[in-house]
């Protein structure tokens, strides 16, 4: 089954702008718009279960506290909820002084009326009207022309303009929306709103918004600037205007669109924090202001505690933040590929504190948004030496040879192959212990020894377990280890030797990591040893090793018995 031809049912819904000396793409953005939060509005009505006032006021609260000082509360004329919520924030005085409460009211006047009951005693507050002007709109919904939809206008704005003078002690801030502005023949929307902005006597002292939405995405972003640049250059009283934008994402555009709009003149963002509103939700704040941030624009929001702001969105709303949400989701500081964790891992050898942030595949610091570094790379199948590597230096201080890497991350690879699943990195260390420490119980076990001072050479006198046979063994050397090897008689060299602390204070441990080879041959193996005692680390090091040599049957079991005899 395929897909109808479009061409016979699908046709473009909005008007082409003839705009050929467009301005936008020549813009750049350098400060933050005005942002307008309608998580309790828009992003309310789009839920399983809208919010109670419980609910609503622990997110108006965190709404405040990340710096929204717009903030549209509900939908009082038609929620007794809504209405409720909105007179405990006044009576209770939960409103900052700078924080403007928004309600929104359809283009009626017994709503209207009801909206400025519910405002009675507010500070400061926007009114916010709409009604659809679209040539769908007026045909198919509303039975009217275009004059028709703006007489409705014009007779909400008259009202609304009336009933405010009525409550001086408040700063009223009054908006009007064309819905589906962006499916609205521009000379249309333009007519509406210049009439409404006349009716409010729009002016520098006295700023009117008017809010160009695009309720349904029906264009590429680009032509939505176009439209938005379009009524910044033509519009009436364009000083008395607070252009604000209002995109959906039934394209996946939103926040593109809303990006270009800001570059094409417009003054404000309306959206909800991580996107959530009707069908695919209202644009993403947080994406936007983070992407402004991470070119170096202050977006005037907060978001350093992104994991708090995540719980209380998830809990008020019933919605989980997708994994791979901009800037919030969980896996989006996350990298499983190996070429990327190689790159973030070198990446962060370079990176110096207070330096311009420049690293591999991550535009933002995870810090930044109050996340550690701990997720930064996670091992799965897909995975490589860099990640293993760095999971073992970040969480263990344990730092691998290059060649050491290479061989474990095989290892690794054989594990999440055969389990299908990711593994932690005490997981790695579980299994990196496993291969290379705990060998050391295998064929050659020391039981105990004792170093001395032999005429200036280092003596070292042991108990080994051989196969189940114990064994009194005796070396000398230039030091411990060269005296331990000569003791164990077997046909080895120490090709690598290193040691670091893997822990501190009063709990350090050393680490030793030696590779061994059986002369003659070229065949070596590596094995690692713990303990807090740095030769005791060593000796375990080297038996480890040994083991691991005879278990793939490079040293022979002839060797290990001549050795003991």
């Known amino acids: 089954m395929m897909l109808a031809d479009p061409s016979k049912k699908y046709r473009r819904m909005y008007q082409r702008v003839d705009l050929p000396d467009r301005q936008w793409p020549n813009n750049e953005i350098t400060k933050a718009p005005i942002w307008m939060s309608t998580d309790l509005r828009d992003g309310n009505q789009a839920i399983f279960e809208p919010m109670d006032i419980d609910?609503?006021?622990?997110?108006?609260?965190?709404?405040?506290?990340?710096?929204?000082?717009?903030?549209?509360?509900?939908f009082p004329s038609a929620s007794q909820v809504d209405f409720d919520f909105t007179r405990k924030l006044i009576e209770e005085n939960h409103i900052p002084d700078d924080v403007y409460i928004e309600v929104l009211v359809q283009a009626r006047d017994h709503l209207i009326e009801r909206t400025f009951e519910s405002l009675v005693g507010a500070k400061r507050a926007i009114v916010h009207i709409y009604n659809a002007n679209s040539p769908t709109f007026r045909q198919k919904v509303l039975n009217v022309d275009a004059n028709g939809s703006k007489a409705l206008a014009v007779n909400a704005a008259k009202k609304i303009k009336e009933?405010?003078?009525?409550?001086?002690e408040t700063e009223w801030v009054f908006q009007y929306s064309?819905?589906?502005?962006?499916?609205?023949?521009?000379?249309?929307?333009?007519?509406?709103?210049?009439a409404v902005t006349e009716?409010?006597?729009?002016?520098?002292?006295?700023?009117?918004?008017l809010n160009l939405p695009a309720t349904v995405e029906v264009s590429t972003p680009n032509v939505y600037a176009d439209q938005i640049e379009w009524?910044?250059?033509?519009?009436?009283?364009?000083?008395?205007?607070?252009?604000?934008?209002?995109?959906?994402?039934?394209?996946?555009?939103?926040?593109?669109?809303?990006?270009?709009?800001?570059?094409?003149?417009a003054d404000r963002v309306e959206g909800c924090v991580f996107g959530n509103g009707e069908r695919t939700g209202n644009v993403d704040v947080a994406a936007i202001a983070l992407n402004m941030y991470t070119q170096g624009v202050a977006p005037e929001l907060d978001f350093s505690n992104i994991n708090e702001v995540i719980a209380i969105i998830e809990e008020c709303t019933g919605l989980?933040?997708?994994?791979?949400?901009?800037?919030?989701?969980?896996?989006?500081?996350?990298a499983f590929s190996g070429s990327h964790q190689d790159a973030i891992k070198k990446g962060f050898e370079f990176q110096k504190n207070e330096e311009i942030w420049d690293m591999p595949y991550l535009p933002i610091d995870p810090k930044d948004l109050g996340r550690d570094y701990d997720a930064v790379i996670r091992v799965n199948s897909q995975s490589g030496k860099g990640g293993i590597a760095y999971l073992l230096e970040s969480h263990y201080n344990v730092v691998l040879p290059r060649r050491l890497q290479i061989e474990f991350s095989q290892i690794v690879q054989q594990h999440t192959d055969s389990n299908g699943t990711e593994i932690s990195a005490t997981e790695i260390w579980n299994l990196f212990q496993d291969t290379y420490v705990n060998a050391k119980q295998q064929h050659y076990t020391a039981k105990n020894y004792r170093l001395s001072d032999v005429n200036g050479t280092q003596a070292i006198e042991l108990e080994v377990d051989i196969d189940g046979?114990?064994?009194?063994?005796?070396?000398?050397g230039n030091g411990p280890i060269s005296a331990f090897l000569n003791a164990l008689q077997l046909p080895i060299d120490v090709l690598n030797y290193e040691?670091?602390?893997?822990?501190?204070?009063?709990?350090?441990?050393?680490?030793?990591?030696?590779?061994?080879?059986?002369?003659?041959?070229?065949?070596?193996a590596f094995g690692a040893g713990i303990h807090d005692n740095t030769v005791t680390s060593s000796i375990e090091a080297i038996l480890a090793s040994t083991n691991r040599l005879i278990e793939q049957g490079v040293l022979s079991t002839e060797q290990v018995a001549a050795a003991a005899v």
């Open 163 to 168: 009933i405010a003078a009525q409550y001086p």
């Open 469 to 476: 046979e114990i064994q009194q063994l005796r070396g000398e």
């Open 320 to 334: 989980p933040v997708h994994p791979r949400h901009p800037y919030a989701g969980d896996l989006v500081f996350t």
């Open 231 to 265: 009524m910044h250059r033509n519009l009436a009283r364009r000083d008395g205007v607070i252009i604000s934008v209002h995109c959906h994402n039934d394209r996946g555009c939103g926040i593109a669109a809303s990006e270009l709009a800001i570059m094409a003149g």
């Open 199 to 209: 009716i409010w006597e729009a002016s520098a002292e006295n700023k009117v918004i």
């Open 178 to 194: 064309p819905e589906c502005f962006s499916a609205t023949e521009l000379e249309v929307a333009k007519d509406v709103c210049d």
């Open 55 to 74: 609910q609503k006021f622990k997110m108006f609260q965190m709404l405040v506290k990340i710096g929204f000082k717009h903030i549209e509360i509900g």
């Open 499 to 524: 040691e670091r602390s893997i822990s501190s204070g009063a709990n350090a441990k050393a680490l030793t990591l030696i590779e061994i080879q059986v002369k003659g041959t070229g065949k070596s």
